[in-house]
């Protein structure tokens, strides 16, 4: 079971950036899934969800607008496009799948990608 995330890397504010994040060894359309970032010293934070029963994706406010999180069932892969990039968006971005109710938190998802980094120059 593996979920690998890729896409990262070095982008200038204002910019965008596509992140994917393929599974194997389990189906995607299972699961909620759900892209999570992190930075040094701050606790790992859900951006943004996509429930297994569909549904308009959660996104948390301060990327409503400029963060859409699409899944492809026949590749099993999500996909999580940034637009808009701002400096504060600088993080590791992961990928988890949930079959928990408890979609929003981090306690509630079971398997996790290895975490992307995205740098937004000013």
């Known amino acids: 079971v593996q979920l690998q995330a890729s896409g990262g890397g070095l982008v200038q504010a204002g910019g965008s950036r596509g992140l994917s994040c393929a599974a194997s060894?389990?189906?995607?359309?299972?699961?909620?899934m759900g892209w999570f970032r992190q930075t040094p010293g701050q606790e790992r934070e859900l951006i943004a969800a996509l429930r297994r029963s569909g549904g308009d994706p959660y996104y948390t406010d301060s990327v409503k607008g400029r963060f859409t999180a699409s899944r492809d069932n026949a590749k099993n892969t999500v996909y999580l496009q940034m637009n808009g990039l701002k400096p504060e968006d600088t993080a590791v971005y992961y990928c988890?799948?949930?079959?928990?109710?408890?979609?929003?938190?981090?306690?509630?998802?079971?398997?996790w990608g290895q975490g992307t980094e995205v740098t937004v120059s000013s």
């Open positions: 988890a799948a949930s079959q928990n109710v408890n979609w929003r938190s981090v306690v509630g998802y079971k398997y």
């Open positions: 060894g389990f189906t995607l359309r299972a699961y909620h």
